[in-house]
Antibody, heavy 114, light 112 residues
Framework: EVQLVESGGALVQPGGSLRLSCVAS????????MTWVRQAPGKGLEWVAN????????YYVDSVRGRFTISRDNAKNSLCLQMNSLRAEDTAVYYC???????WGQGTLVTVSS | DVVMTQSPLSLPVTLGQPASISCRSS???????????LNWFQQRPGQSPWRLIN???NRESGVPDRFSGSGSGTDFTLKINRVEAEDVGVYYC?????????FGQGTRVEIK
């Protein structure tokens, strides 16, 4: 069974940093593009970043480029999102997603507030 | 970026009746490889989204056949043949033809 388990969400002050993790199982992680998608409270879905199979290609939505870094460790079947210079508008549930949406984790809540 | 526009944004439906959601893109979603990368997702209350349809009309495994997707170019439709209570939630279209991937605003389906 495919599983994506996110962790690392927390309450953080504006300007702070946070590192989200996603541990994958039940599929060949190293063969898959991986994606982070976020959803602000009561709002719609927003694609944040994705990374190709070997980590050589990484793409970001404009609003996080330069502040967020997506990475992966295929030996550990894990995906990460390093988030720096956090803003109130980054408050959201962050989902770990396989490729273009094949499977979603349960999400982890990031709250940026003083 | 490609703008995805869904309509309606709210859709009250009667159990057993059909429902239809429109999704329009600001530019053609036909990829240079000939495929059209338009997906539909369902998000039930309190749950993560899950993909119902990929590449316009391909139902994912486990998706009831009352769900169908159609369309081409810039105009796409998700249809629910006969709405059941478990279909309540928000439906999103999403394109991955052009970078960055973009979602529609979502359509909330509720039972009358």
């Amino acid at each position: 069974e495919v599983q994506l388990v996110e962790s690392g969400g927390a309450l953080v002050q504006p300007g702070g940093s946070l590192r989200l993790s996603c541990v994958a199982s039940g599929f060949t992680f190293s063969d898959s593009w991986m994606t982070w998608v976020r959803q602000a409270p009561g709002k719609g879905l927003e694609w944040v970043a994705n990374i190709n199979q070997d980590g050589s290609q990484r793409y970001y939505v404009d609003s996080v480029r330069g502040r967020f870094t997506i990475s992966r460790d295929n030996a550990k079947n894990s995906l990460c999102l390093q988030m720096n210079s956090l803003r109130a508008e980054d408050t959201a549930v962050y989902y770990c997603v396989i490729g273009g949406g094949y499977w979603w984790g349960q999400g982890t809540l990031v709250t940026v507030s003083s | 970026d490609v703008v995805m526009t869904q309509s309606p944004l709210s859709l009250p439906v009667t159990l057993g009746q059909p429902a239809s959601i429109s999704c329009r893109s600001s530019q053609s979603l036909v990829h240079s490889d000939g495929n059209t990368y338009l997906n539909w997702f369902q998000q039930r209350p309190g749950q993560s989204p899950w993909r119902l349809i990929n590449k316009v009309s391909n139902r994912e495994s486990g998706v009831p056949d009352r769900f169908s997707g159609s369309g081409s170019g810039t105009d796409f439709t998700l249809k629910i043949n006969r709405v059941e209570a478990e279909d309540v939630g928000v439906y999103y279209c999403m394109q991955t033809t052009h970078g960055p991937p973009t979602f529609g605003q979502g359509t909330r389906v509720e039972i009358k």
